[in-house]
């Protein structure tokens, strides 16, 4: 331990006292290595031990967008309907969609295959700290950020390789960043492939509420859904799994929540979140607002547009109720003055030598400014809202970097990503061309819109068609809604591509060098200093605060602690409990207050004070979605699928007395499969019977 100065002693406990890292109860996206039991043991009276951690660590999974565990010993698999949209779709026609109907396997052999879903295990984790240390040392700016992702990938390709020789059997590696660069560990995952479908409620019931109920309570949404892990087309031997108690917990009871928490920016600078309250939240609200305008118009034509707009409207739906309420976050004063507090007491308690970092990133978001807007319509894809040509694009990147050794490749591009881009190219997904149009013809327009009809770029692709002209050219003539061709193109890599005369791909090719450039610019003017900046700035910190912090959310492994509780809204009591009954008193018999025949017909057998949801303090964000929720037993009891509207502001900062997680009641979930599905085959594996 270091001897430190009577001062500087003196100023780091002030600071532990007042800045605003300190951690308050229930706040916090621990790590799995840096979990802070002492402080759950003095609070709750509860021993989380170092067995309890790993049981939970390899009982949750970290599936393409959101989090699942692993309910019983051959591969089940508990998440969120939500979370496999995707999927269900794609098992759907369009005269039969899987998603809003449901699907409930009578047995094993029936259970459905989900190509773009993956669970992934963490299974060890390598400091890596000393290797990134060492290969940017010394380096200016743009060179220390393509050194540092070089050697990301040798690590990660190292790893990889060492594995696949192993007993074990193959890992997926990730090099993971932490406190802003201020530690980087190489994660190692036990990758399942082979998801298979197991039940599903229909959308009816899982969303039950729809926009007006999302991200509120009290919630009566069905949100949970059921897959299995295969391996060698065999259910996976999975002993490290969740027992559920469908009693659930009590009001008050310590419940932790593992699971994969997408992104938030608590540790970001004043500098940074101001350019988000002024450029970027404004720019994608307008945004997604118009083309939300454009999707509702399109869905009122006719009950069959409407049908097929109700998945990707409550996408938008969902993200200008994120976005507005960030906004809001945002423009209270006294967040970005708890900011600037916090970053005068960090200056005076680390006594930087040199520039000032914050300064810095000042100077790198003011480029930033100039830089944003091509950006993110070019490299970042705004300019180019097609499903199909978004893959499009894929083949065409793809087929040049995969040219090019692993290490010298752009970082989404490299062996380790490549099994994700294939199963997202191979999948059968319908596709439907009006919307295509729709979102496409809309995203040109703001590109010309934004930008102006005289950048080159805009120029060059407008300048003979309309936005809506060429959109409907490009959907109608490209092939690339076959599945089988875009494996075709993907297998025969750059000379494929070279040579195909598809529209969407030629019209990728043509947009591909200028989206390269503004990313070169990008990465060597803004994301360089940046990176730089805030590495001084995370090697200050943690030598102040050490782990007595914990790090951004990045959608890697994390677990927070809190309880059962209900809050305050308005004066009003909120209680942390809603049952069944309160359902059926909602319900208007139109969507999305609609309750699916199938639980109207066996309405008298079904156990009305059923509890249905709860509320709990736990810190969540946007990736927990299908987290477990589980009690110092290790047992799980509840599933979390949501947050109140309180949490969205969670993203900058973490309030105790409003911010609620919203999670799915054990035991509705029991009565549904029971009462309503008739899965008594798949309870007594659950261990429900």
């Known amino acids: ?313 409550s996408i938008l739906e969902n993200a200008i109720k994120v976005r507005r309420k960030q906004l809001d976050a945002l423009h209270d004063d006294a967040l970005l003055q708890d900011k600037a507090r916090g970053e005068d007491q960090l200056r005076a308690a680390a006594r930087l030598s040199g520039g000032d970092p914050w300064q810095e990133i000042q100077a790198a978001v003011a480029r ?37 050794p692993n290490i010298a490749r752009l970082r989404e591009f490299t062996d380790a990503s490549l099994p994700e881009i294939q199963r997202e190219l191979y999948a059968h997904v319908p596709v439907y061309a009006q919307l295509e149009v729709l979102s496409l013809s809309s995203s040109l327009e703001r590109m010309r819109e934004w930008l102006g009809p005289d950048q080159p770029v805009v120029h060059g692709l407008l300048a003979q068609e309309s936005p809506d002209a060429l959109a409907t050219r490009l959907v109608a003539e490209t092939k690339l809604d076959d599945a089988e061709l875009r494996k075709q193109l993907w297998l025969g890599r750059k000379p494929a591509i070279d040579t195909s005369t598809d529209p969407m791909i030629e019209f990728a090719r043509s947009v591909d060098g200028p989206s390269r450039s503004i990313r070169r ?33 990045n959608f890697t492994l994390r677990l927070n602690y809190g309880k059962v509780a209900g809050w305050q809204e308005s004066g009003v009591a909120i209680a942390p409990y809603t049952e069944l009954r309160q359902a059926f008193e909602r319900a208007t018999g139109y969507v999305p207050f609609k309750i699916p025949d199938s639980w109207m017909k066996v309405r008298a057998q079904l156990d009305m004070h059923t509890p249905f949801c709860l509320s709990t303090d736990n810190d969540i964000v946007g990736g927990n979605s299908g987290s477990p929720l589980i009690d110092a037993g290790g047992r799980l009891v509840g599933l979390v699928f949501d947050g109140n509207i309180n949490s969205i502001a969670g993203h900058y900062r973490f309030d105790p007395a409003n911010n609620r997680t919203i999670a799915l009641h054990p035991a509705i979930m029991r009565e549904a499969l029971d009462k309503v599905y008739d899965l008594k085959w798949l309870l007594q594996e659950l261990g429900a019977t």
């Open 521 to 553: 610019r990008f990465e060597d003017e803004v994301e360089a200093p940046l990176a730089a900046a805030s590495r001084r700035i995370a090697a200050a910190r943690f030598a102040v605060y050490g782990t007595n912090e914990y790090p951004d959310a």
């Open 368 to 404: 930033e400014r100039t830089l944003y807007y091509e950006y993110t319509f070019f490299e970042g894809g705004a300019a180019f809202g097609s499903t199909l040509l978004h893959d499009a694009r894929l083949l065409v990147r793809g087929a040049d970097e995969r040219a090019k």
């Open 1 to 313: 331990m270091r001897v430190l100065l009577p001062l500087l002693a003196w100023l780091v406990t002030l600071l532990a006292c007042l800045s605003p890292g300190q951690v308050r109860a229930d706040e916090g996206m621990w790590t799995f290595d840096n979990f802070p039991a002492a402080a759950v043991k003095r609070q709750y009276g509860a021993d989380i031990p170092p067995a309890w951690l790993d049981h939970a660590r390899r009982s949750t999974v970290r599936l393409s967008n959101c989090t699942g565990a692993f309910v019983s010993s051959e591969g089940l698999l508990l998440t969120n309907q939500h979370c496999i949209e995707t999927c269900l779709a794609g098992l759907s026609s369009k005269d039969h969609s899987v998603l809003e109907l449901g699907f409930a396997a009578p047995n094993r052999r029936a259970e459905q295959s989900c190509p773009d879903q993956r669970a992934d295990v963490l299974i060890d984790s390598e400091n890596v700290a000393p290797a990134i240390d060492k290969a940017v040392a010394g380096l200016a700016d743009a060179a220390a950020l393509a050194a540092r992702k070089r050697t990301e990938t040798a690590l990660e390709e190292a790893c990889e390789r060492s594995s696949a020789r192993s007993r074990s059997g193959p890992l997926h590696c990730e090099v993971v960043e932490l406190y802003d660069g201020a530690q980087y560990f190489l994660y190692k995952y036990k990758r399942y492939e082979d998801l298979r479908v197991v039940f599903a409620p229909e959308a009816d019931i899982a969303a039950f509420g729809g926009d007006p109920d999302n991200f509120q309570f009290p919630r009566w949404s069905l949100d949970f859904a059921i897959l299995r892990a295969y391996e060698h087309g065999k259910p996976a031997d999975t002993p490290e799994h969740l027992r559920i108690d469908f009693a659930g917990p009590s009001d008050g009871e310590l419940v932790l929540v593992p699971g994969h928490p997408g992104s938030t920016a608590r540790l970001r600078t004043r500098a940074e979140l101001e350019f988000e309250r002024d450029v970027v939240l404004p720019f994608t609200l307008l945004r997604t607002a118009e083309l939300r305008g454009r999707v509702v118009q399109f869905g009122s034509v006719n009950p069959d547009n409407e049908r097929l707009i109700r998945a990707p409207l």
